[in-house]
């Protein structure tokens, strides 16, 4: 029943934000924009949906389990709707494009058929090109609540929907007790790059877990398949595609590697099934919801991948600027060693990183994680270079006792690790967010091993997960907590002042809806005129953080790099 029931549960989920997408893309190319049509339309789809996947797991029984299914889909979305209003982006990123991509559509731009101007958007061009999933489904939830922070809701939702589908391939077999199953389904889904980017709108985090969503469906089309694995699969792959660009890739890399494995072991019935998923899931992802960027990308530019790829002279290199300091002399092996076994840090203009010993933590690779969202340098966790240690042993020992069940760990392992290397920026974390996926597989296959040594390192390995997850949440959820504290006391002391206000906006345009929300009469002025600065309200939550009695050690020289904020 728990393996049945965690499918459906987050088959369900999943195909609440795929009818999103799907529909406001079919309205776009009808030359309709978003309207709160789209998401009612998409939750009465959601819910016909896990009607039948419910007939199909639990005819006998079947309104029963329906009625328990619409329980938990609403409590799991209103009551992630709700925290996610508790707190504001504090990224820059998410700030400074993210949230203008939500407003613009909800302001009835059509991506299809509008293309946006630099009079109506400082960053038209990642706009118009960028891949746009995780917009639509926000904006589309913006219109019907019309409180653009609690459409960070999908951050939650997909790590739900991530550890619902891996438990439910993990309990498939009988390798996994439920607690177990449960345990390292939660490892799994509680990633670094989904814990402190579930505050803002950046979306590696949900590329993480869709990935995860990804891995669990192909295991359980190997292994035993039906007609819902078969639909939830195709509709993560059109999810992941439309993510962000390196989706599409990672995408591919998964179903040659899963495709490969089928042909290999010439199982060619449940290789015949797979490819034409795979195939529809890539033209509902790329022809039809990603036909912008995708479609018109390749059409207008002569690469799907543009602005990054293909544009000539127009090419953007996001790279040089965003890298540390001597990155771009290495190759991109020393790039991931030097960042797997530094110190965290988001600084990218110092004389180069600090290499530490594995398992100890300085107060200092705290801070990155207090902001989050974009951390270059250590970015899976302080304590992420002694798990990859212990990963390694496991490893080797594996080799050496080797059984079956150890081999298929060894392989899915390796299939991970290839997926990340083919990236030449993997020392970026959030770049290669299925890499946490990779130490957890060998801790999970460890624990049930027939040699003692392996199976005590794997709960050491798997200790080590849940310290390192509790190193990155504590600052990341204090720091958005206290930042949000912050801002709304400048908001509030604002709305109290004489009105109209001029306010220098710059590059953070987004800030428009949080000024209507607190009924802030403002009027755009640059800023040598201008009342009040973006910059400096961003600056001073961002400061707020040093005397806070939880993280004050943090911040002992009471200070803020410019790079950090």
């Not at 029931?5 to 369900?12: A, Q, W």
């Not at 953007?316 to 991109?332: A, C, H, K, L, R």
């Not at 005590?456 to 390192?468: D, F, M, R, W």
Request: charge should be neutral; charged fraction near 15%; proline fraction near 3%.
């Amino acid at each position: 029943m728990l393996v049945c029931f965690s499918l459906l549960l987050g088959s369900t989920l999943l195909a609440l934000l795929f009818f999103i997408l799907f529909f406001a893309s079919l309205g776009f190319a009808a030359g309709i924009s978003l309207t709160t049509v789209t998401i009612w339309l998409s939750v009465v789809c959601t819910f016909i949906y896990g009607l039948i996947a419910t007939r199909f797991y639990f005819k006998q029984d079947l309104w029963r389990y329906f009625v328990k299914l619409c329980i938990w889909v609403v409590l799991l979305f209103f009551s992630f709707s709700y925290i996610s209003g508790l707190f504001y982006d504090i990224s820059y990123d998410g700030q400074v494009y993210h949230q203008e991509a939500v407003s613009q559509l909800v302001n009835h731009w059509n991506p299809f058929q509008d293309y946006i101007t630099k009079d109506r958007s400082h960053s038209a061009v990642l706009l118009n090109h960028y891949a746009k999933g995780p917009w639509l489904y926000e904006a589309a939830l913006y219109t019907a609540t019309g409180q653009i922070e609690q459409s960070k809701v999908f951050n939650f939702l997909l790590i739900i929907i991530s550890f619902l589908l891996a438990l439910s391939a993990l309990k498939r077999g009988d390798r996994f007790s439920t607690w177990r199953a449960i345990f390292f389904s939660l490892l799994l889904a509680l990633n670094p790059i989904s814990i402190y980017q579930a505050f803002s709108f950046y979306i590696d985090g949900q590329l993480a877990s869709l990935l995860l969503c990804l891995l669990a469906l192909s295991y359980r089309l190997v292994s035993h398949h039906d007609k819902v694995v078969l639909c939830s699969f195709i509709m993560s792959i059109a999810l992941t595609v439309n993510i962000k660009f390196t989706g599409v890739v990672y995408v591919v890399a998964c179903i040659g590697l899963v495709g490969g494995w089928l042909w290999l072991f010439k199982n060619k019935h449940l290789y015949g099934h797979f490819i034409k998923s795979s195939i529809i899931g890539l033209f509902i992802g790329i022809c039809v919801i990603g036909y912008n960027p995708y479609v018109t990308n390749t059409v207008y530019y002569g690469h799907p991948f543009y602005p990054l790829y293909g544009g000539g002279a127009q090419t953007m290199d996001i790279m040089t600027s965003n890298s540390p300091q001597g990155f771009m002399q290495m190759n991109s092996l020393e790039k991931l060693y030097v960042s797997i076994f530094s110190l965290s840090a988001n600084k990218f203009d110092s004389e180069g990183q600090t290499l530490k010993m594995p398992f100890t933590v300085e107060l200092t690779e705290l801070r990155p994680f207090v902001y989050g969202a974009d951390i270059r340098i250590g970015g899976f966790g302080p304590w992420f270079s002694g798990i990859v240690v212990i990963a390694l042993i496991i490893l080797l020992l594996m080799f050496v006792f080797r059984t079956k069940d150890n081999m298929c760990g060894v392989g899915l392992f390796a299939s991970i690790m290839l997926s990340v290397l083919i990236n030449p920026e993997a020392w970026w974390a959030r770049y290669v967010p299925q890499f946490w996926l990779a130490p957890i597989i060998i801790a999970a296959v460890a624990s049930s091993d027939a040699k003692k040594i392996v199976r005590y390192l794997g709960v050491v390995l798997a200790g080590a997960v849940i310290i390192n997850i509790g190193l990155v949440s504590y600052p990341y959820i204090l720091g958005n907590y206290y930042c949000t504290q912050d801002l709304d006391r400048q908001l509030q002391y604002i709305a109290k002042q004489q009105q109209p206000i001029k306010v220098c906006f710059g590059d953070f345009t987004s800030n428009y809806v949080r000024f209507a929300r607190w009924g802030i009469d403002y009027a755009d002025a640059p800023d040598d005129i201008a009342d009040i600065n973006i910059e400096e309200i961003r600056y001073k939550y961002l400061t707020a953080v040093f005397k806070k009695p939880l993280l004050v050690d943090i911040f002992a020289d009471e200070r803020i790099d410019k790079n950090e904020s």
